[in-house]
């Protein structure tokens, strides 16, 4: 049985790059709201700090009802958000898993 956790920064780094794409071209505001929350959290992530996974974990939830919500209330955008959405559910379950591994060993 493999007991090493994913790796944490890779879903958090793609979440980062979905929500830049998905917002800079008209809500800039809202872009730089959206990823300071993924910036402040990256050197947590780095060490593995089981604090900060738990947090990501919370965090990771906002994206989600984030992206689908917008998959419903914006039909120009709808394959963005649902692209959002399961980067942010791949995200969660990821850190899910990393912070279960690092509270157990």
Not at 44 to 53: E, Y
């Amino acid at each position: 049985m493999n007991t090493q956790a994913p790796n944490p920064l890779i879903p958090v780094l793609g979440l980062l790059l979905v929500v830049v794409t998905t917002f800079v071209r008209d809500h800039w505001l809202l872009t730089v709201g959206l990823v300071v929350p993924l910036l402040v959290i990256l050197p947590g992530l780095w060490r593995r700090n089981p604090k900060t996974l738990g947090g990501a974990c919370m965090l990771s939830i906002v994206y989600v009802v984030m992206g689908i919500m917008e998959s419903f209330a914006n039909p120009e955008q709808r394959a963005l958000a649902v692209f959002l959405t399961a980067t942010a559910l791949w995200a969660f379950v990821t850190l899910l898993l990393a912070a279960r591994s690092s509270r157990a060993g």
